[in-house]
Nanobody, 123 residues
């Protein structure tokens, strides 16, 4: 069964950090671009970051540039999203998704999705 599983979410204080993981099972991520997306309550899902299959190309949404870093370890079949200097406005469910093509931050370009992990930034 092809599956993406996100982990690493939780409750963190403003200014804190979290590292999210996206692990694949049942297939290899080696040939997939992986995107991270988030959906806050009452809002549409939006792109956060994306990394190419080789890891040589990354994209970031403007609100997270300089604070989030995406990386991948193909040997572990896992992609990470390091989130620093967290603010309350990043509170959302974070999803990872895979596509066998180039990177994108558009939700409709991805067909394989995980179930999401909740990130809550609050004091």
């Amino acid at each position: 069964q092809l599956q993406l599983v996100e982990s690493g979410g939780g409750l963190v204080q403003p200014g804190g950090s979290l590292r999210l993981s996206c692990a694949a099972s049942g297939f290899t991520l080696d040939y997939s671009a992986i995107g991270w997306f988030r959906q806050a309550p009452g809002k549409e899902r939006e792109g956060v970051s994306c990394i190419s299959s080789s890891g040589g190309s990354t994209n970031y949404a403007d609100p997270v540039k300089g604070r989030f870093t995406i990386s991948r370890d193909n040997a572990k079949n896992t992609v990470y999203l390091q989130m620093n200097s967290l603010k309350s406005e990043v509170t959302a469910v974070y999803f990872c998704a895979a596509r066998d093509s180039y990177c994108s931050l558009f939700v409709d370009r991805f067909g394989s999705w995980g179930q999401g992990t909740q990130v809550t930034v609050s004091s």
